[in-house]
């Protein structure tokens, strides 16, 4: 198993803020997280998924917003 990113581990890998990435929770857009009672973790997987799923290869390509 790996190890869990706090919010703000997963926000500085991504260089958002941590209000970003709560919004991006509640919209549904970000990545993958782990409810764990009231704290949030992030899988670096599925940070890394997320991010993957996020390259284009133009500005005229459309994203997944």
Not at 29 to 49: H, I, N, Q, T
Request: with cysteine.
């Amino acid at each position: 198993m790996q190890p869990l990113l706090t919010q703000r581990q997963a926000a500085a890998l991504l260089c958002l803020s941590e209000r970003t990435l709560e919004r991006f929770r509640v919209s549904g857009v970000g990545p993958k997280f782990v409810r764990m009672g009231k704290s949030v973790r992030y899988r670096l997987s599925d940070v890394e998924a997320w991010i993957a799923s996020r390259v284009v290869g133009s500005t005229s390509e459309q994203t997944a917003a």
